[in-house]
């Protein structure tokens, strides 16, 4: 961040989100908007959420996952299954701006709307289920595996291969379908906390995850009303691999690996050159114009990679370049966390355990200024959760960013062994 520009909590300083359940879509969601600085208090059970037990974990047993997932909220043990853990949420949720929970805690999928209608003093909610709270599919509960399946996005995220049976549409990497559901849950939120202002009750967003993930199905939509077979996976050998109308090609290195485009006629002369001008780039038979390269990308591919194999991915990218021809490397994650452009904007966070382990964490993906010239800190150092505890059944962490005051006053709340919570 620059110095010279002074720094603020955030647009979303003093809004106070309560956040009820475990799925990594709603973490993901209220982490965001505690990156904007509202302050989130999460309820878990007292026995911890089922996330702190998620890979990857760190060297010390910690569940990194978790950690990226909560960091900067409150964290609050809190066992409802009793009437005072009951009236202790209650109370939490009638001093909140925003509510968000999974479904299954706001009642039956015939109740929970009309429930939530009855509470005059609700704050506003965002409900995120599987199939969402209305419709004939409500009441089914189904992974977030699964969910992905069902939806058709797991099929398109692994079309097209080269050999379907031995390439099966598995869970997208990296938790890719929760976490854009997640941010479909800050949007959400924002938009609601926006419309309500002060008003009770506050306006219900009915978040199905299985929508969010149909609705980013734009390419087999298309591909079916053109006719396309979107029901088959098995990738056209004779089509090279084509963005934004042209010819790229998917080159191994010594050292990883790159993406090509010297797809216009000016452009092949110059890359030959940077290959070292091999003899089978003289065959017009193969290569003569852009429509021969096209027809023959394949077997144009295999004699390119035999070159590139030998080369560092970082010497193509440079020659390619200077001879103006469009080239990129394909990152690694270690490509990523030593990316000088990623460092020099404060991308990373850095998030440390009770362990004294530190890890670098993704941060927000903007720079937020304000027209006074305030800044939303970057590049932070931020406190993973707390482990769970064993003797009071109610918690908070910090996390960072606990302690602010919201907008409705701080909250004082009994915990069960007869204390006090701040």
């Known amino acids: 961040m620059n110095r010279f520009i002074p720094s603020f909590e955030g647009p979303l300083a003093g809004i106070r989100v309560v956040e009820v359940g475990s799925a990594?879509?709603?973490?993901?969601?209220?982490?965001?908007?505690?990156?904007?600085g509202a302050e989130v208090i999460k309820i878990e059970p007292p026995d911890g959420d089922p996330l702190r037990n998620a890979q990857p974990l760190t060297a010390g047993g910690e569940s990194a996952l978790f950690a990226y997932l909560n960091h900067g909220k409150r964290i609050v043990a809190?066992?409802?299954?009793?009437?005072?853990?009951?009236?202790?949420?209650e109370e939490l949720v009638r001093k909140a701006d925003l509510v968000v929970a999974e479904g299954s805690h706001l009642g039956?999928?015939?109740?929970?709307?009309?429930?939530?209608?009855?509470?005059?003093?609700?704050?506003?909610?965002?409900?995120?289920?599987?199939?969402?709270?209305?419709?004939?599919?409500?009441?089914?509960?189904?992974?977030?595996?699964?969910?992905?399946?069902?939806?058709?996005?797991?099929?398109h995220q692994a079309s097209p291969v080269t050999d379907p049976e031995a390439t099966p549409p598995v869970g997208c990497a990296d938790w890719e379908a929760d976490l854009?559901?997640?941010?479909?849950?800050?949007?959400?939120?924002?938009?609601a906390i926006e419309a309500a202002g002060a008003a009770r009750p506050g306006p219900v967003i009915d978040m199905s995850q299985e929508d969010a993930l149909v609705y980013l199905l734009v390419e087999p939509f298309a591909?079916?009303?053109?006719?396309?077979?979107?029901?088959?996976?098995?990738?056209?050998?004779?089509?090279?691999?084509?963005?934004?109308?042209?010819?790229?090609?998917?080159?191994?290195?010594?050292?990883?690996?790159?993406?090509?485009?010297?797809r216009e006629d000016h452009q092949w002369p110059r890359w030959c050159e940077v290959m070292g001008n091999p003899a089978w780039t003289t065959d017009a038979s193969l290569c003569g114009d852009r429509v021969i390269r096209t027809n023959n990308a394949a077997e144009i591919q295999r004699k390119m990679a035999a070159w590139s194999t030998t080369q560092l991915s970082?010497?193509?990218?440079?020659a390619a370049q200077y001879a103006?021809?469009?080239?990129?490397?394909?990152?690694?994650?270690?490509?990523?966390?030593?990316?000088?452009?990623?460092?020099?904007?404060?991308?990373?966070?850095?998030?440390?355990?009770?362990?004294?382990?530190?890890?670098?964490?993704a941060g927000l993906p903007f720079r937020f200024v304000t027209q006074q010239g305030e800044e939303l800190a970057r590049g932070r150092s931020v406190m993973a959760p707390a482990r769970k505890g064993g003797g009071d059944p109610m918690q908070l962490d910090s996390g960072g960013q606990g302690?602010?005051?919201?907008?409705?006053?701080?909250?004082?709340?009994?915990?069960?062994?007869?204390?006090?919570?701040?």
């Open 403 to 422: 302690g602010r005051t919201g907008s409705r006053g701080s909250i004082a709340s009994k915990d069960l062994a007869g204390g006090e919570v701040q």
């Open 314 to 318: 970082k010497d193509v990218v440079a």
């Open 78 to 89: 809190l066992d409802t299954n009793n009437a005072e853990g009951q009236a202790l949420q």
């Open 223 to 262: 591909d079916w009303r053109s006719g396309a077979d979107v029901g088959q996976r098995q990738r056209d050998p004779a089509k090279g691999l084509t963005i934004a109308g042209g010819l790229v090609w998917y080159l191994p290195c010594a050292d990883g690996s790159v993406m090509v485009s010297p």
């Open 24 to 36: 990594a879509a709603l973490a993901f969601g209220a982490r965001l908007l505690a990156d904007l």
């Open 180 to 191: 854009a559901t997640g941010l479909m849950v800050a949007i959400s939120s924002i938009w």
């Open 324 to 361: 103006r021809v469009a080239c990129f490397p394909v990152s690694t994650p270690r490509d990523l966390i030593e990316n000088v452009q990623l460092r020099d904007r404060g991308f990373y966070s850095q998030l440390r355990f009770e362990s004294g382990e530190t890890i670098p964490v």
């Open 108 to 155: 039956s999928s015939e109740s929970a709307g009309s429930a939530l209608k009855e509470f005059a003093g609700r704050p506003v909610t965002v409900a995120v289920s599987p199939h969402g709270l209305r419709g004939s599919g409500a009441s089914r509960h189904m992974s977030s595996f699964v969910l992905q399946h069902a939806s058709g996005f797991a099929f």
